[in-house]
């Protein structure tokens, strides 16, 4: 079966493969020009490296996400081109035979994807296949091309099992540590995109190259920009109207800074690109961001929804959200230090503290 026949039978049409690709190239900023080699570079992707995914300390979400489709779609033809030659929770294999794909796999050129946490505690936590996971993913990582980790477990904050006593940690402390040098890209976020799983492997298919990283390891095409830069409630924010009471239907579209939401300081696509093919994303469903794309998700930023006072504002640094406007003072902050300073200088913000329940 020929690769435009295998859109045709998966029931993908060749204008909707094309949109996912134009997609991921415009995530990256790159020119439409190269949307045809992307797509022939898609294509040809079962001539591609298998993929090993390994399953530590998680709830199996990112999977989920992933691979939780209505029908039939472009990002699942993808998917299934990729070759995902081991995956203890979606191979039909078990037991030894999936231990046995596990070392069939491995002896070639392959991508590693990492979804959970790893217990720095290797002898007591996350046995699996009867040898530490720790073990596992350090031996994989030093034979693999690349290294995807995905979701907040797997990455530097290592997500809410980081909470736990197990001592864990995300892929890079474990790279750092054991001195593994393999080309590594964190994908965080609780759980992770399909979009940005999918326009990653993409990009990587198409250059046989990581895409350009921020300093976490993190492609900037989706994390590059603050969420509140373009959450749909800074209008409200711009206005000073801050959600203090859930049952006050007046206040329903309200910013929800008071609330918890860590939108000021993430660093996140998820205002523009959401969930469930766009259907929906945390903040307009009503919940404060929860910063789950950033290295502090989940010990940092808890409880979920008291405020945070202290936003790390671009050129200024380390501030307190009530003493802003004196720290600003006549700098010429960019992009959320001008509206969080003029909001809390006019009084604005204050003027909501008395109200906030923590």
């Known amino acids: 079966m020929g690769n435009f026949d295998l859109l045709t039978a998966k029931g993908v049409s060749r204008r909707d493969f094309m949109k996912l690709i134009g997609a991921a190239v415009a995530a990256f900023g790159l020119p439409e020009l190269i949307a045809p080699e992307a797509a022939n570079a898609v294509e040809q992707a079962i001539k591609k490296p298998p993929v090993i995914w390994l399953e530590g300390m998680n709830c199996t979400g990112c999977t989920e996400s992933t691979i939780a489709t209505l029908n039939p779609s472009a990002a699942e033809l993808i998917l299934d081109m990729i070759s995902i030659r081991y995956h203890d929770t979606i191979m039909a294999a078990s037991g030894e035979q999936t231990e046995e794909a596990y070392q069939e796999t ?24 009867g040898k530490p996971f720790r073990k596992t993913v350090i031996e994989a990582a030093q034979k693999a091309q690349a290294v995807i980790a995905i979701g907040s477990c797997a990455n530097e904050g290592a997500g809410i099992p980081g909470a736990c006593a197990t001592g864990a940690v995300g ?18 976020c609780c759980p992770v995109k399909p979009t940005t799983l999918i326009g990653t492997i993409i990009y990587y298919l ?4 990581v895409p350009p990283l921020d300093e976490s390891h993190r492609p900037v095409a989706f994390y590059g920009t603050l969420l509140h830069n373009n959450c749909p409630r800074r209008g409200h924010f711009e206005n000073g109207e801050f959600l203090t009471d859930w049952n006050d239907p007046a206040q329903k579209s309200y910013c929800l800074l008071l609330k918890g939401c860590k939108g000021p300081k993430t660093y996140t696509d998820c205002a523009q690109v959401w969930w469930n093919d766009n259907t929906n994303f945390c903040i307009n469903a009503g919940s404060p961001c929860a910063g789950c794309a950033e290295s502090y998700f989940y010990k940092k930023n808890n409880p979920l929804y008291s405020k945070h006072e202290d936003f790390k504002l671009p050129g200024i640094g380390q501030i307190n959200a009530d003493t802003v406007g004196k720290t600003v003072g006549g700098v010429a902050a960019i992009g959320i230090g001008v509206h ?14 008395h109200k906030e329940d923590m």
């Open 340 to 353: 969080l300073a003029a909001t809390v200088a006019s009084g604005r913000l204050k003027d909501h503290d």
């Open 206 to 209: 198409t250059y046989k190259d």
């Open 106 to 129: 491995i002896k070639d050129k392959f991508i590693l994807v990492v979804e959970g946490s790893i217990p720095a505690k290797e002898d007591r936590y996350c046995m699996v296949g």
């Open 171 to 188: 892929v890079t402390e474990i790279l750092r540590t054991e001195g593994v040098k393999t080309p590594l890209i964190n994908l965080p």
